[in-house]
């Protein structure tokens, strides 16, 4: 699918989304209904890893408890549009780049630094900070802010584990998330359409919420290198390129980072990126969206719901303009 271009020839990062082929073609076999009540924890896991494809990938399974605070009653996304159908820039902007080109990603060995306003700071081979905090199962939803939506069984924990374990100073407001950027492994970094290396952020508070997950795996397996491997943010009240794939350092800061898609459009993507409905981006609305994998070129799109649905966060923006601080 290509980027809206300009007219000095540079794609402009990102674009509302137009129709893309292979997604609609019927995956009815593939879907189902994770039910909550009757199938109880146990089950929930059996459904989410129960995905055929997500089966016959062969990837490394990890082993994770459902944790059915965090669950959202719809239908999981098939592993393989969830898995074809990604962005990942430093692989590409099409969205099957991802899929094609992150085979070259190496997971293991694999550091993540934990530094800036911290008493305790830490260097952690990826291994270490996987057995951290019990990985748990959580389906959320994640909204891209192209206007096309997922629901994905993820693996991880809350990352605010990591964060008590390091001891932030008193001067910590910040979180700030750096991910790989390796000439060798990602063709994407050729392209100048980001500043790289992918650079996203959160205020404490919203880095402290429960619901922000530190994320390792999803469909019962280890992440696929498209998906973010071997560690990725999830959150999912925020549009989707705040989850930083790829992670190789988390950084504690006293003022507000500067982030990736802020400095490559400062008008279109602001700091916080909260999904909100009714704050449209400069070139399409953000009223509707699209599920993919489930949703056909003829379904009505879905009404987005502020937070994406995630009304709990709420108290985290109480008294801030959504519209100033978009
Ligand atoms: N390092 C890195 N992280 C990234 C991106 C990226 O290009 N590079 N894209 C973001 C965007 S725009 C989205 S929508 C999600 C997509 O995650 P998914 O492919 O697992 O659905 O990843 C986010 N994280
Ligand atoms: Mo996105």
């Known amino acids: 699918m290509p980027l809206y271009r300009r007219p000095n020839g540079i794609d402009l990062p990102f674009s509302s989304e137009i129709t893309p082929r292979e997604v609609f073609e019927s995956r009815r076999g593939f ?128 990352l605010s584990a990591l964060i008590k374990k390091v001891e932030p100073t008193g001067n910590a407001k910040y979180v700030e998330f750096t991910t790989l950027a390796d000439n060798r492994q990602m063709p994407g970094l050729r392209a100048p359409v980001l500043e790289w290396p992918y650079i996203e952020g959160l205020r404490m508070d919203e880095a402290m919420h429960p619901l922000a997950l530190l994320g390792f795996g999803m469909y019962g397996q280890v992440l696929p290198n498209q998906n973010g491997a071997p560690v990725r943010m999830v959150l999912p009240w925020k549009y989707g390129f705040k989850s930083a794939k790829s992670i190789v350092k988390i950084r504690f800061l006293k003022e507000q980072p500067r982030t990736a898609w802020n400095i490559a459009a400062a008008r279109e993507y602001g700091f916080y990126s909260n999904v909100n409905p009714d704050v449209d981006h400069p070139r399409w609305s953000q009223a509707t969206e699209r599920r993919i994998g489930e949703d056909g070129f003829f379904t009505k799109k879905r009404k987005t719901l502020m937070f994406n649905g995630y009304n709990e966060v709420a108290p985290l923006y109480a008294g801030m303009d959504l519209k100033k601080f978009f």
Not at 60 to 71: E, G, R
Not at 104 to 110: A, D, G, I, M, S
Not at 136 to 154: A, F, T
């Open 31 to 158: 879907m189902r209904q994770l039910a909550v009540g009757a199938a109880g924890a146990g089950g929930l896991l059996e459904l989410s890893t129960g995905d055929a494809w997500a089966q016959a990938s062969g990837a490394q399974k990890l082993a994770a408890k459902a944790n059915p605070a965090y669950v959202v009653m719809d239908k999981a996304t098939p592993f393989k549009d969830a898995t074809t159908y990604n962005n990942f820039y430093e692989f590409g902007t099409e969205k099957t780049d991802p899929a094609e080109n992150a085979g070259t990603l190496k997971t293991r060995p694999w550091t993540i630094a934990i530094e800036g306003e911290v008493k305790k700071p830490l260097t952690l081979d990826i291994d270490s900070l996987l057995k951290l905090a019990p990985l748990e199962e959580r389906i959320y939803r994640l909204r891209c802010v192209e206007g096309w939506s997922m629901v994905i069984p993820w693996i991880g924990y809350s």
